[in-house]
Each structure stands twice: as structure tokens, then as C-alpha cells.
């Protein structure tokens, strides 16, 4: 018989505190090289990328559909990200679930972006957290149209009561590119 050590509550805290900062940035995150603005670019093919990586563990999904391509406002769609119609997934165990279609609206002036809300959900073993994020900003990288986050707290809405009352996302821990 193989023996495992037990964890301790602390250590059982900090995971549910990490899975929760993880399962709010990966509604958010995106990767990759985006293309770049100007007449010489290709047709923007109306998706979003993402990837984000918190405490060692990484959530990541490709080719969600937008409704429109940016810098016009436009929405993520939840069916796309999510399995089965998505690829979302995480390591560590985690699963993770974008519970809305999360609208952006872009100012190319000043190179910022907004997302109206974030709903996540996501799970671990038999604990599950719920979070939401309003009114988040994203700053573009150059000229591309990859988005990286502000610092923004999410706020929790249900879910175990190990699960911390609040997560909050440094900037730069998430990012979204859009093609």
C-alpha cells in the first residue's frame, strides 16, 4: 500500500486561494503573436487565444469566436471556450467554465480596452468557486491586438466557503489577443 502525507488546511487554503486567481484570469488570458493593424495585415478571422498561468498550473483555450473583429465592440463566445464546443482545459487538476459572453469595447486613441464582465467558475475536487469581475482594463501591447490586463479584484458570488471572498489579479497576469 502506498502512502501519501497528508496536507495540511493551510496548504488545502492556499490551492482553493490559487485555483481561484487561475479560474478568474483564465476567462481572461490570451497568447501568441497577434497581427498586426494596418492595411498590409490579413483579415482579422473574428477569434481570441488564450493562455494564463498561475502557481505552476495552466489554463488555456484557442479559436473562440468573436462577434466582430476588433477594435470594434464585439463579445467572446462562452460555447467556444468552453468544452465540448471549446478547448478550454487546465493542468493541475483544475477545470475551469466561462459562465458569460464577455463584451470588449476598444479605444484605439488611447489603446485601451474594456470588459464589461467576467463570470467564471471553477473547480477543483469537490470544491467550486464562482467569481465575477466588472469594468476591467486592458492596455494594447504596441501594435498588435493582444490586450493586457490592469490589476482588477474579482468578487466572489458562490461556490464553498473555502473559497476566498475575493481574488485579485495583478496587472500583466492576463492578457487577451485577438485575430
Request: proline share 4%; with cysteine; charged share 15%.
Given at each position: 500500500?502506498?502512502?501519501?502525507?497528508?496536507?495540511?488546511?493551510?496548504?488545502?487554503?492556499?490551492?482553493?486561494?490559487?485555483?481561484?486567481?487561475?479560474?478568474?484570469?483564465?476567462?481572461?488570458?490570451?497568447?501568441?503573436?497577434?497581427?498586426?493593424?494596418?492595411?498590409?495585415?490579413?483579415?482579422?478571422?473574428?477569434k481570441a487565444?488564450?493562455v494564463m498561468?498561475?502557481?505552476?498550473?495552466?489554463?488555456?483555450?484557442?479559436?473562440?469566436?468573436?462577434?466582430?473583429?476588433?477594435?470594434?465592440?464585439?463579445?467572446?463566445?462562452?460555447?467556444?471556450?468552453?468544452?465540448?464546443?471549446?478547448?478550454?482545459?487546465?493542468?493541475?487538476?483544475?477545470?475551469?467554465?466561462?459562465?458569460?459572453?464577455?463584451?470588449?469595447?476598444?479605444?484605439?486613441?488611447?489603446?485601451?480596452?474594456?470588459?464589461?464582465?467576467?463570470?467564471?467558475?471553477?473547480?477543483?475536487?469537490?470544491?467550486?468557486?464562482?467569481?465575477?469581475?466588472?469594468?476591467?482594463?486592458?492596455?494594447?501591447?504596441?501594435?498588435?491586438?493582444?490586450?493586457?490586463?490592469?490589476?482588477?479584484?474579482?468578487?466572489?458570488?458562490?461556490?464553498?466557503?473555502?473559497?476566498?471572498?475575493?481574488?485579485?489579479?495583478?496587472?500583466?497576469?492576463?492578457?487577451?489577443?485577438?485575430?
Open positions: 500500500m502506498r502512502h501519501t502525507p497528508n496536507t495540511s488546511r493551510t496548504t488545502r487554503l492556499a490551492r482553493v486561494a490559487g485555483i481561484a486567481t487561475l479560474v478568474v484570469a483564465a476567462g481572461l488570458a490570451g497568447t501568441g503573436t497577434a497581427l498586426a493593424h494596418g492595411s498590409a495585415a490579413p483579415a482579422a478571422d473574428q487565444d488564450g498561468v498561475v502557481a505552476g498550473n495552466s489554463c488555456s483555450w484557442t479559436n473562440a469566436s468573436t462577434s466582430a473583429a476588433a477594435p470594434n465592440a464585439l463579445t467572446v463566445d462562452r460555447a467556444t471556450v468552453n468544452a465540448p464546443g471549446g478547448n478550454l482545459a487546465c493542468g493541475g487538476g483544475i477545470a475551469a467554465t466561462l459562465n458569460n459572453n464577455p463584451a470588449f469595447t476598444f479605444d484605439d486613441a488611447a489603446g485601451t480596452a474594456r470588459t464589461d464582465l467576467i463570470d467564471i467558475t471553477g473547480r477543483q475536487s469537490f470544491i467550486s468557486c464562482r467569481y465575477k469581475a466588472t469594468n476591467i482594463v486592458w492596455d494594447r501591447d504596441g501594435t498588435t491586438r493582444k490586450y493586457i490586463n490592469r490589476a482588477f479584484t474579482a468578487t466572489k458570488t458562490s461556490g464553498s466557503f473555502l473559497c476566498p471572498g475575493s481574488v485579485t489579479t495583478p496587472a500583466g497576469d492576463a492578457s487577451m489577443l485577438f485575430h
